[in-house]
Antibody
Framework: QVQLVQSGAEVKKPGSSVKVSCKAS????????ISWVRQAPGQGLEWMGRIIPIFDTTNHAQKFQGRVTITADESTSTAYMELSSLRSEDTAVYYC??????????WGQGTLVTVSS | SSELTQDPAVSVALGQTVRITCQGD??????ANWYQQKPGQAPVLVIF???NRPSGIPDRFSGSSSGNTASLTITGAQAKDEADYYCNSRDSSGNHLLFGGGTKVTVL
């Protein structure tokens, strides 16, 4: 059974960065993409970007270009999403999900990132 | 186009059928996937591709597509189906993903 376990909640100051991890188990980590999706309080889902570990390729939504860095460590089956220059609007739950051809069939439990001075 | 449009809310009587739609130019080229999300929980994939259900998803959930519109139908809605539903697909370039704004389904 595939499981994605994310790191714990974070509280950050405006202008700082946050790095969220997503550790996969129970499947072939490198063969699938890991997408990152966020959800601001009371709002909908927003795709941020993805990494395909086997090819070490990434795609990002234009909105996050220059601010988001997605990496993966195949040796530990862990993906990371780092978001920089944080502002209050980045307060959200951040999810990782295993993705294939756009469909996300396994999700992490979510990580709440709060940006507050 | 880089948008997927959903109606914000829809209601359905217990045991009746409800259809949720998702519109976008990229749906002429790519199938939509559908997710159910209940409060405080991560989304769950309920329909993917042309009309496929992951293991464990009941067959009252079905998907269809025509032109630029994809639909999720719940036949015989149950109280447990009350949730937010999101569509997603690739954008027209195929390189990025999109989500619709979500539809809140209320079962009366």
């Amino acid at each position: 059974q595939v499981q994605l376990v994310q790191s714990g909640a974070e509280v950050k100051k405006p202008g700082s960065s946050v790095k969220v991890s997503c550790k996969a188990s129970g499947g072939t980590f490198s063969s699938y993409a890991i997408s990152w999706v966020r959800q601001a309080p009371g709002q909908g889902l927003e795709w941020m970007g993805r990494i395909i570990p086997i090819f070490d390729t990434t795609n990002h939504a234009q909105k996050f270009q220059g601010r988001v860095t997605i990496t993966a460590d195949e040796s530990t089956s862990t993906a990371y999403m780092e978001l920089s220059s944080l502002r209050s609007e980045d307060t959200a739950v951040y999810y990782c999900a295993r993705e294939s051809a756009g469909e996300m069939n396994y999700w992490g439990q979510g990580t709440l990132v709060t940006v507050s001075s | 186009s880089s948008e997927l449009t959903q109606d914000p809310a829809v209601s359905v009587a217990l045991g009746q059928t409800v259809r949720i739609t998702c519109q976008g130019d990229s749906l002429r080229k790519y199938y939509a996937n559908w997710y159910q999300q209940k409060p405080g929980q991560a989304p769950v994939l309920v329909i993917f591709g042309k009309n496929n259900r992951p293991s464990g998803i009941p067959d009252r959930f079905s998907g269809s597509s025509s032109g630029n519109t994809a639909s999720l139908t719940i036949t015989g809605a149950q109280a447990k189906d009350e949730a937010d539903y999101y569509c997603n697909s690739r954008d027209s370039s195929g390189n990025h993903l999109l989500f619709g704004g979500g539809t809140k389904v209320t079962v009366l």
